[in-house]
């Protein structure tokens, strides 16, 4: 089983609407959680770290459940820049971090 | 400007012909890292240092090798390649052992025939 799995997609969505999607984890041990955005091929860069209480960035909500293992990101209101790639990421603690292969997310006009 | 260097961005080479793939950062990180992306398998670590002179494996480090003899420069070696090793590579840095924004490079495509 991979440490980290995503729906690899793609999610296709008009501009507007609201996408969803999560990340599953096998290490219960794993210690800090974050979302990174690639697009095209660049290079990965980082849209937010998940905090256990639940975190908002503007039209981004990240959550994380640890009962479940867990992290889930929301856009709300897409645009079409945000079509890309989305990686999930977990870090055991042990300076090894876990990447998922990633959800890709294409919002249409 | 703080950003990582990758060099080169795209190589062709043959089987067993040495390279190297240079990594630079100006952020004055501890932590570097080197990941290869293939499709269907998202990024996986190869290397990583957590200072000068201190390297660890990651999850696929058969076939490379680093060195960390400065702080801001993490070459990766591939001393003898192979057609497995064509990939994306991606070479990163952070301040912050797990609790940091890793910094990428814009990556090297690498093909090995």
């Known amino acids: 089983r991979k440490e980290v799995e995503q729906d690899p997609g793609p999610f296709n969505v008009p501009e507007g609407a609201t996408v969803a999607f999560n990340c599953t984890y096998s290490n219960s041990a794993s210690q800090s959680f974050f979302w990174y955005r690639q697009d095209c091929r660049k290079e990965p860069k980082l849209l937010m770290s998940v905090y256990s209480s639940g975190n908002e960035d503007g039209r981004f909500t990240a959550q994380l459940n640890r009962a479940s293992q867990y992290i889930s990101l929301l856009i709300r209101d897409s645009k079409l820049s945000d079509s890309a790639t989305y990686l999930c990421v977990v870090a055991p603690g042990d300076y090894k971090l876990s990447f998922g292969a990633g959800t890709t997310v294409t919002v249409r006009a | 400007e703080a950003q990582v260097t990758q060099n080169p961005r795209y190589l062709i080479t043959v089987t067993g012909k040495k390279l190297t793939v240079t990594c630079s950062q100006n952020m004055n990180h501890e932590y570097m890292s080197w990941y290869r992306q293939d499709p269907g398998l998202g990024l996986r670590q190869i290397y990583y240092s957590m200072n000068v002179e201190v390297t660890d494996k990651g999850d696929v480090p058969e076939g490379y090798k680093v060195s960390r003899k400065e702080k801001r420069n993490f070459p990766l070696i591939l001393e003898s390649p192979s057609p497995n090793q064509t990939s994306l590579y991606f070479c990163?840095?952070?301040?912050?052992?797990?609790?940091?924004?890793?910094?990428f490079g814009e990556g090297s495509r690498l093909t090995v025939l």
């Open positions: 990163a840095s952070s301040s912050l052992i797990n609790g940091g924004e890793l910094f």
